[in-house]
Structures are given as structure tokens and as C-alpha cells.
């Protein structure tokens, strides 16, 4: 890890990571407001008509209970988007589009190597997330205090949520940082990582609202963040391993590709 570069993409993103943390800590604290506004009303209303209520479970997450809510602002694409700023957006930029701009050589003529390179975007991508995580739950907490329904929600058990969420995201940070390193371009690298994101998220969702698509949510990540699950009954060691496992693939593959790579001049 290269403090240098560490404390240069710190400031390259503190603006952005204020903006998203903001943003991050209303969306969290939006969904107990909803769940104490309607939730008892649509339960209530799903209990008269019981067709709807396979259609009323999307990715995982409810409005009839306080931890479904929250599962859902986590699988809502809102919250994906602005996750994805630094989960996507910072490592494809951080090193396709440095070379695609050109500026790519500049910092690897300092003495720094590609592998340090590597972790020190990687490290600085797990920060980011682990913070606008973090921001999700804090507002989701004072949300539901603030409502009278802190009593529905286990708070001993945010921290475990907190950690499923981060190992989820940082798994696609290391996808992501996999295909920056990979290509010299934005384009081939960003088409990679959102084809990957995109189709789990396709499969989630559809797994979720179709009975007869469930048996393919195994095959999305967004499956193994069990956010209702975690709430209620604890983190099932299976996801974090499959998460854990995703992650080391990427990064072995990235620091093997890498140091390997020849670098051509940008056109």
C-alpha cells in the first residue's frame, strides 16, 4: 500500500464521499418512516388479498415489518446507485480511466509499484464502502428511534448487517478493479462489471416476484445480502464465504494480470 496515493484519492473523493454518505443516511432513515406510515396498513391490506403478496416481496425486502423494510431500502436501486459510486465508478476510474486519459503513467513512473497501486485503490475502496454502508444503517437506527419503532428492530444485530452489506459491495469493487486493470479503456471495463451487476440484479428481482425463476438467486450476488435474515436470525457464515471467496478470485486474478500488463501509449 502506498500512502501517497492513498491520501490523493482521499482527496479526490471527499466531496463525492460527503455527498453519498448525506445521501445514503436519508435513504436509511426513509424506510422506517415508510414502514411506521403504511406498513401495518398495506400488511393489512395483503392479508385480504393473498395473490399480492408474492408481488409484494421485491429482492428480498417488505413493507409489512420494520426488518424487511430495511432489506428493501438495501436492495431498492436507489440505494445500489449511490453505492455503486464507489463499488463501480471509483475503481474503474481509478486506474481505465487514468489510462485512458493518459495519466496512468504519470503515477506509475513514481516509485510505487503496480501491485501497491492495486492495494492501495482496493483499501481505499473498501473505506468508502465500509463508510456508506455504515451511513444506510446510522440513519436507518435514529429513523427508527425517532418513530417509535427502534422496540421491532434487534439493533445488536446492524453491526452483522453492516458487515453482509460491505462484503457484499467490496466484491464488486474487486470485480470491478479487476476489469479496470485489464483494459485500457473505460468501455470494454465498465461494460464488464455492469453486465455482471445488472444480470445478478435481474436475477434477484426475478426470482423474487416469479416462483418459477426462484431456483436462479443462488447465481446473483444480491442474493447474499440477506438483510431481513441477518435482522432476525443472525449472518449466515455460507454467504460471508461465498462473498469472501468472490473477492479473493478478483484480486488474485488483478494482481496476477496487472504487474503483466504492457501498457501501449494512449491514442
Known amino acids: 500500500m502506498n500512502l501517497a496515493v492513498f491520501r490523493h484519492s ?10 453519498v ?12 418512516i415508510i414502514y411506521a406510515t403504511f406498513g401495518v396498513t398495506m400488511r393489512e391490506l395483503i392479508e385480504q388479498i393473498p395473490l ?26 436507489i440505494a445500489i446507485a449511490l453505492l455503486a459510486v464507489f463499488a463501480i465508478a471509483f475503481p474503474l476510474n481509478s486506474v481505465a480511466g487514468e489510462r485512458q486519459r493518459g495519466t496512468l503513467e504519470n ?18 475502496a473498501v473505506l468508502f464502502i465500509s463508510l456508506a454502508v455504515a451511513a444506510v444503517l446510522v ?4 429513523s427508527a428511534a425517532a418513530m417509535n419503532v427502534i422496540d421491532e428492530l434487534e439493533v445488536a444485530k446492524l453491526p452483522l448487517l453492516w458487515i453482509n452489506g460491505v462484503l457484499l459491495y467490496v466484491a464488486i469493487a474487486a470485480i470491478a478493479l479487476a476489469a479496470s486493470v485489464t483494459f485500457d479503456r473505460l468501455g470494454p471495463a465498465a461494460g464488464i462489471t455492469l453486465a455482471v451487476v445488472l444480470i445478478a440484479y435481474f436475477l434477484q428481482i426475478l ?10 438467486q443462488p447465481y446473483s450476488l444480491f442474493y447474499y445480502l440477506k438483510a431481513d435474515e441477518v435482522l432476525t436470525t443472525g449472518l449466515p457464515p455460507f454467504d460471508v464465504a461465498l462473498l469472501l ?23
Open 52 to 77: 399480492m403478496e408474492q408481488f409484494a416481496n421485491f429482492g428480498g425486502g417488505n413493507m409489512f415489518t420494520l426488518s424487511g423494510s430495511i432489506a428493501l431500502g438495501f436492495i431498492h436501486p
Open 139 to 142: 440513519g436507518t437506527a435514529v
Open 21 to 32: 454518505v448525506a445521501a445514503l443516511a436519508v435513504w436509511g432513515a426513509l424506510m422506517p
Open 207 to 216: 426470482g423474487s416476484l416469479w416462483p418459477d425463476a426462484e431456483p436462479l
Open 245 to 267: 471467496a468472490v473477492t479473493v478470485v478478483a484480486v488474485a486474478y488483478a494482481l496476477w494480470i496487472f504487474p503483466r500488463r504492457d501498457l501501449a501509449s494512449p491514442a
Open 107 to 124: 503515477v506509475l513512473a513514481r516509485p510505487v509499484s503496480r501491485r501497491s497501486f492495486y492495494t492501495t485503490l482496493l483499501v481505499a
Open 10 to 19: 482521499l482527496r479526490q473523493n471527499r466531496v463525492r464521499l460527503i455527498v
